[in-house]
């Protein structure tokens, strides 16, 4: 899953913190809409902290730094 995160309204104001949701399939959407934000951003619109965050439901560990499930045989082979 992929979520765009973007505060809206006037520096000296308090900001409002927003967000929308995207399909784990549509990184396309997702760049698109963040990239529109900027845009507004840099057009003059009270819009700030533009960020894109990921999620992979089909992760094979948890999240963060963690010791590799039991089982798992990973080698580094060199030539």
Same mark, same amino acid.
């Given at each position: 899953m992929f979520v765009v995160y973007w505060l809206d309204g006037d520096? *000296? %104001?308090q900001s409002q913190a927003r967000h929308r949701k995207f399909d784990? #399939? %549509?990184l396309g959407d997702a760049l /698109?809409?963040?990239e529109e934000l900027r845009k507004r951003q840099a057009e *003059?619109?009270?819009?700030g902290f =533009? #960020?894109?965050c990921s999620e992979n439901p089909q992760s =094979? *560990?948890?999240p963060g730094v963690a010791d590799p499930p039991?089982?798992?045989d990973w080698k580094k +082979? +060199? /030539?």
């Open positions: 520096p *000296g %104001a784990p #399939t %549509a /698109r809409f963040a *003059g619109d009270a819009i =533009v #960020t894109l =094979v *560990g948890k039991a089982g798992y +082979r +060199r /030539r």
